[in-house]
């Protein structure tokens, strides 16, 4: 299977799992300041010159990140709707978490998606979306496929890449994604995060 990647019209994908949402204008900004400063703190990250991970910032926060084995089952949910609270409050937001168990779940943050340099905007509507199978690895890809491919997706997927073999579907065995918070809850009302 080859790598293939797609992206909606106005976003843009600096590393692989993230994707960032570009922000309208502040209210004290008209639109193309807005885009100005996005693109000048993305431009200072794709050069090096600032970089930043989820795990470093939560841990600024004062959010705990214990090794996953040391949790206990109960523990770990907590963690996770702790650690997903803290990426809200930086504006990253989780997604396509629900094939993972609660400590797969956290043991894949912590040793993977969390780790990830990120291009954390500071404009207060901007976002992130850490997609947990956003790498577009073949692992990704069939995950995707399996379980959460629509069918008009899994159609589209067969006629685009014939030669790739289609997981059969089957439903996540976890119900978590839908409450996650997510970018509905980002706001100009918020102001620039640092």
Request: with cysteine; net charge negative.
């Amino acid at each position: 299977m080859t790598e293939k990647q797609t992206r909606s019209p106005g976003e843009t994908e600096p590393t692989g799992g993230t994707t960032t949402k570009l922000p309208p204008a502040w209210p004290e900004m008209d639109e193309e300041d807005s885009l100005d400063e996005y693109f000048r703190q993305l431009d200072e990250f794709t050069s090096g010159q600032s970089s930043s991970n989820c795990f470093d910032r939560l841990t600024e926060m004062g959010i705990e990140l214990p090794l996953p084995q040391l949790l206990k089952d109960e523990e770990i949910t907590a963690k996770i709707w702790e650690v997903a609270e803290g990426l809200k409050k930086l504006h990253v937001f989780l997604s396509s978490t629900n094939h993972l168990s609660d400590r797969e779940l956290y043991a894949h943050l912590w040793n993977n998606s969390l780790r990830h340099e990120t291009f954390i905007c500071t404009l207060p509507d901007a976002s992130c979306h850490l997609d947990v199978i956003g790498s577009g690895s073949e692992e990704d890809i069939e995950t995707w496929l399996r379980y959460y491919a629509d069918q008009e997706d899994r159609d589209l997927w067969s006629r685009e890449w014939p030669d790739d073999p289609i997981p059969a579907h089957q439903d996540p065995p976890y119900d978590r994604d839908r409450f996650l918070p997510d970018c509905s809850c980002v706001s100009s009302q918020d102001g620039p995060r640092r």
